[in-house]
């Protein structure tokens, strides 16, 4: 079982900048490839960026490059969302994710979650 617990979230002023945490535990065999997701208000849940845990694969959404980076601390077992130049459409709750499958874009490859950390950007 792997536990996910994000945290970094809050209230930010567009063009801010705001670094998402997941702390990651429990067993954490091997090639575990971190996603971060984010839901909108009545939207559906969407990618935004993924990562294998040897760092050699790192996939970022359209709507991310530029602004978001993700990174991992293998000796914290953590990984960041590093989220500079908010958008207020960058408001979502942002979910922390592991799989197995590599180049996993799609929420239903992703196994375990965490609960989530809300990200408000105000205009």
């Known amino acids: 079982q792997v536990q996910l617990v994000e945290s970094g979230g809050g209230l930010v002023q567009a063009g801010g900048s705001l670094r998402l945490s997941c702390a990651v535990s429990?067993?954490?065999?091997?090639?575990?490839?971190m996603g971060w997701f984010r839901q909108a208000p009545g939207k559906e849940r969407e990618f935004v960026a993924a990562?294998?845990?040897?760092?050699?694969?790192?996939y970022v959404a359209d709507s991310a490059k530029g602004r978001f980076t993700i990174s991992r601390d293998s000796a914290k077992n953590t990984v960041y969302l590093q989220m500079t130049s908010l958008k207020p459409e960058d408001t979502a709750v942002y979910y922390c994710?592991?799989?197995?499958?590599?180049?996993?874009?799609?929420?239903?490859?992703?196994?375990?979650w965490g609960h989530g950390t809300p990200v408000t950007v105000s205009s």
């Open positions: 994710a592991a799989t197995r499958m590599l180049m996993a874009t799609s929420q239903k490859m992703y196994d375990y």
């Open positions: 429990g067993r954490v065999f091997g090639n575990y490839v």
């Open positions: 990562i294998s845990w040897s760092a050699d694969h790192i």
